[in-house]
């Protein structure tokens, strides 16, 4: 009786160790509620991607080429937009050129954006053809260490980063082609993630011959095609970006070029109405405000490092070219062409009237 009643205590410790043990459970991430794996999500794209869908574009379309003077602001269409109220003088008018002269310009504060995280997109060569066989071999993408690893986890995170994975970054094209086939490729339900659009094109230019102008025509229906399957089909998007390279001999700015025609397609997303819950005025959620829309408007004479006779033209190519993607940015979002290109017009034939009687400005 004196052994068994020493060896009771030492076995009910050990079988009490035993319980603790095992029913002691590692939380893991997916065990954390969804409100907080979405802000985990959140935080892991908080900053500014770009993810390249064409690496490998022309070099007058890569991003190092860009001149930033060339690109309408935001800021310049709050600050020139007409009043919606007319005066009280009955003689006076609200047309674009009034407004112009009594707006005063919004003074843009220095801002140092972070530096993005770059993401080349380099699509696997087709089975039984070599990525050697190309006259430009490229690495394959390495997703593991790319902003998209997250999604590779596994199939349950898959899912629910996958939404911040196209929402967040900008995804660039400088090619209507490759935009047609990220079109064409991804499920309806994947495009209307997509929040962010940069596209890059270089129009044809002028044809050396007769026969190379239905070149020309292909590569403007092209360019057309692009931007309408994109408007259709990106319904959630918030940010487009579009810069233009023109390359026409001469340089001719205005509302009937092709290039410009093209972009009319996203006029409905520019004036779009924000649904609102009636009686608070506030919008309703997932409401789409209407569309931000940046326009970058280059051509050869205003890329960087381009030879000038004079510096005083060199400045005013650069605001030429500003002036008319503001004012397409204007027709997209209602106004009429000629309101839209008043400033454009006083500032060539008033402000630089002394070169446009020496050189050829568009």
Request: charged fraction near 25%; hydrophobic fraction near 40%; include cysteine.
């Amino acid at each position: 009786m004196a052994n068994r009643s020493r060896k009771k205590p030492a076995q009910r410790t050990r079988n009490t160790k035993k319980k603790r043990i095992v029913g002691k459970k590692r939380l893991g991430f997916l065990d954390l509620p969804g409100e907080t794996r979405n802000e985990i999500y959140a935080y892991c794209f908080d900053e500014e991607i770009w993810v390249d869908m064409t690496p490998n574009a022309n070099h007058v379309l890569k991003q190092s080429k860009i001149q930033p003077g060339t690109w309408a602001s935001a800021a310049l269409y709050t600050a020139f937009r007409p009043a919606p109220d007319p005066p009280n003088n009955a003689d006076a008018t609200t047309d674009a050129s009034s407004t112009v002269a009594l707006t005063p310009m919004i003074k843009m504060l220095p801002y140092n954006r972070p530096k993005p995280h770059k993401l080349n997109y380099h699509p696997n060569p087709p089975r039984g053809r070599s990525s050697t066989n190309t006259t430009t071999p490229t690495r394959p993408t390495n997703w593991r260490t790319s902003a998209g690893a997250l999604v590779l986890t596994c199939r349950q995170i898959h899912a629910e980063a996958l939404p911040f994975f196209y929402a967040t970054p900008f995804f660039i094209f400088s090619a209507p082609n490759s935009l047609l086939k990220f079109l064409r490729l991804l499920p309806p339900a994947k495009l209307a993630l997509v929040r962010k659009l940069h596209v890059a094109h270089a129009t044809y230019g002028d044809p050396h011959a007769t026969a190379d102008a239905v070149w020309k025509a292909r590569s403007e229906r092209t360019w057309w095609r692009a931007m309408r399957e994109a408007s259709e089909k990106l319904v959630g998007l918030e940010v487009l970006r579009v810069r233009v390279v023109v390359n026409e001999r001469p340089l001719v700015f205005g509302m009937g070029e092709a290039w410009v025609s093209a972009l009319m397609v996203w006029a409905g997303a520019c004036r779009r109405e924000v649904d609102v819950v009636p009686g608070t005025g506030r919008p309703r959620v997932g409401a789409l405000a209407p569309l931000r829309v940046e326009v970058g408007v280059q051509s050869a004479w205003v890329m960087r490092k381009a030879w000038m006779p004079e510096e005083n033209l060199r400045g005013a190519l650069i605001e030429l070219h500003r002036l008319f993607a503001e004012a397409v940015r204007r027709v997209l979002f209602g106004w009429s062409e000629e309101d839209a290109m008043v400033e454009f017009n006083l500032t060539k034939f008033d402000k630089y009237k002394n070169l446009v009687r020496r050189y050829p400005l568009p």
